[in-house]
């Protein structure tokens, strides 16, 4: 049988994020929006204090630390499981002694390959995601030869790596990196070809949730996309993917428990 969808809720708290920057400043806000992301189906909250948008600046260890830590122990003081989405280790090991039970790397530990092992030591999991460059710079012009083999590649790669840094398989998971690093057709072809990256093993989160691309397709402004991310999460989770990371939890909630109870056990 096919595993249930597992609804991954974005709680930005940052001033700059391309949807929401600026709306959950505040911890109280946040906590209160992170509450009701799980009234709506989100089984776990990724909380992140700086901005993995395009031409997104970083922020420092202090000031990410800042904005994410009372979050993410208001949130796991209510009982609700927390991921925290950094690439630092001191952010991490701030947030895990939090409560966070999932660091969420865009850099897959390139960043700071010693963040594997305190990942490892505390018993946490993990998402590992490719991104081509920084993002900064990761749209300036993005080029492969085979798209999917490459992030495959990758994804393989990093994942041997947190292994051999003492991380379970079993508390791994995988993210191709929708929109970090790829033009529109490279974002399809991922979702059309997501079963090469099914096949490595872990399950595979994916992440359309109101990008570009799903703008660039139809037109519509960041407000408008919940249409296109409603479609391209449930191509995603009919080639495999098992983790959605969005912002509008209920309805996407709702669209992949029909999806899940239509399509029935693998064939």
């Not at 990093?158 to 840094?165: D, M, Q």
Request: aromatic letters at 4%.
């Amino acid at each position: 049988m096919k595993a249930a969808p597992l609804i991954m809720g974005i709680v930005n708290v940052t001033p700059d994020s391309f949807s929401d920057g600026g709306l959950f400043l505040d911890p109280g806000a946040a906590v209160e929006h992170g509450e009701r992301l799980a009234r709506e189906g989100a089984a776990i909250l990724d909380v992140g204090g700086e901005s993995t948008r395009p031409g997104a600046d970083p922020v420092s260890v202090e000031e990410e630390s800042r904005r994410v830590v009372p979050v993410v122990e208001g949130l796991a003081d209510r009982g609700l499981e927390v991921s925290v989405d950094t690439s630092k280790v001191e952010v991490a090991r701030a947030a895990l002694d939090a409560g966070a039970v999932l660091v969420n790397d865009v850099t897959a530990f390139r960043s700071a390959p010693e963040l594997a092992g305190l990942v490892a030591e505390r018993g946490a999991r993990c998402c590992l995601m490719h991104m081509l460059g920084e993002p900064r710079t990761m749209q300036a012009d993005p080029r492969y030869e085979d798209v999917v083999d490459e992030v495959r590649a990758f994804l393989e790669q990093r994942l041997a790596f947190a292994v051999s840094e003492g991380i379970p398989e079993s508390r791994i998971w995988l993210d191709p990196g929708i929109g970090f690093g790829k033009t529109v057709e490279h974002n399809l072809e991922l979702l059309r070809r997501l079963p090469e990256i099914v096949a490595i093993g872990p399950p595979v989160l994916v992440g359309t949730s109101r990008k570009s691309f799903l703008g660039k397709i139809g037109g519509a402004p960041v407000s408008g996309r919940l249409g296109g991310t409603i479609a391209s999460n449930l191509i995603a989770w009919e080639r495999g993917a098992r983790i959605f990371r969005v912002h509008d939890v209920a309805p996407i909630a709702d669209a992949l428990a029909v999806a899940a109870a239509t399509v029935g056990p693998d064939v």
